[in-house]
Nanobody, 115 residues
Framework: QVQVVESGGGLVQAGGSLRLSCATSKRTASHHDMGWFRQASGNERPFVAVISQSGITTHYADSVRGRFTISRDNANGTVFLQMNSLKPDDTGLYYC????????WGQGTQVTVSL
């Protein structure tokens, strides 16, 4: 079974930056379109950003476009999310998964943005 491990979250002031990382067992992520998802409240996890398997195509939620950048390293099966100009509304638990959410969910990494 695929294991997903997210890291890089933390507490940051508004305007600051964080870089999230996602590692998958046996570099499984290398074979899939991947995405980052945010759980702010309740059980919903809407997408934040997605990237094609090749890394050529990316797509962002309107709320983060221009501030966040998704990237990947297929040699290591790793996916990244560079988060700049952070806002309090970006606060949440961030998860990594395939674009169609096929992997078991990891533990996520908490991002908290203070005023």
């Amino acid at each position: 079974q695929v294991q997903v491990v997210e890291s890089g979250g933390g507490l940051v002031q508004a305007g600051g930056s964080l870089r999230l990382s996602c590692a998958t067992s046996k570099r499984t992520a290398s074979h899939h379109d991947m995405g980052w998802f945010r759980q702010a409240s309740g059980n919903e996890r809407p997408f934040v950003a997605v990237i094609s398997q090749s890394g050529i195509t990316t797509h962002y939620a309107d709320s983060v476009r221009g501030r966040f950048t998704i990237s990947r390293d297929n040699a290591n099966g790793t996916v990244f999310l560079q988060m700049n100009s952070l806002k309090p509304d970006d606060t949440g638990l961030y998860y990594c998964n395939t674009r169609t959410r096929d992997f078991p969910w990891g533990q996520g990494t908490q991002v908290t943005v203070s005023l």
